[in-house]
């Protein structure tokens, strides 16, 4: 019997950092990034159209802040997707929301995907489905940290307190794929222990549970500056 796999992707923020100065932004000066044009499309509809691209996934559910107005506009025609206007403050809290609407079901998995990763290869998400599967383990895409890495001290003009040896050292990525019941147990006992959660694996750590890391892509990125629309529409 196969696996019934769900999607989730939130996307309640807002994304400040990634605004641009396009006339889209100056008529818009409030829409969030996840709704900002690439190739002439959402960036949240080609992220969403990025998990749709395996069948194994049987739905997926963007979720949504209670006061989104764009969405319907920016999914309306996509097949076997929904939206939930259950969005938190956090992106824990939204992807809690998410798993609590959801109730899901014994055996059910769900994988987590940035609005704002909309470059994510086919092939990547394959692997980590895959992975997962076989494994019957939880996992994320993710790249080795392929730069040399610096500690900083001091402010506002950090110098270099140490080199910090790169080996073992992985950027982490998403989808990020778990045992629905098991991320939703991890995310609420974060919330009640108060743990810093900046995205589902870290939560299941502190559950603790394992993660298998699983290469990704480098168009993969996750769009947070400005520039960033430019060169992601290069890739796509």
């Known amino acids: 019997m196969s696996k019934k796999i769900i999607a989730l992707v939130p996307a309640a923020g807002i994304g400040a950092r990634a605004r641009r100065q396009t006339t889209a932004a100056i008529l818009k000066p409030d829409l969030p990034k996840q709704y900002e044009l690439l190739k002439g499309l959402p960036m949240l509809r080609l992220s969403v159209k990025a998990m749709l691209a395996d069948p194994r996934i049987d739905h997926v559910r963007v979720i949504v802040s209670p006061t989104d107005t764009w969405v319907n506009d920016a999914l309306t025609g996509l097949e076997r997707t929904t939206w939930r206007a259950v969005g938190g403050e956090t992106r824990a809290d939204t992807v809690r929301n998410g798993l609590k609407e959801l109730n899901p079901e014994p055996g059910q998995w769900v994988v987590v995907h940035d609005a704002a990763r909309p470059g994510l290869p086919a092939e990547a998400l394959a692997r980590l489905l895959d992975t997962c599967l076989e494994q019957d383990q939880g996992g994320l895409l993710a790249l080795p940290v392929p730069d040399t890495v610096k500690k900083a001290e001091g402010e506002p003009n950090p110098e270099v307190a140490q080199t910090v040896p790169r080996d073992h050292l992985w950027l982490a990525q998403t ?43 480098p168009q993969n990125f996750k769009v947070t500056w400005p520039g960033d629309f430019q060169i992601l529409e290069k890739w796509l």
Do not use: N
Not at 181 to 208: F, K, N, P, R
């Open 175 to 217: 989808p990020q794929m778990f045992k629905a019941i098991d991320l939703l147990q991890a995310l609420e006992q974060a919330e009640h222990e108060q743990w810093s959660v900046t995205d589902e694996s870290s939560a299941m750590e502190q559950a603790g549970h394992r993660s298998l890391l699983i290469r990704g892509a």
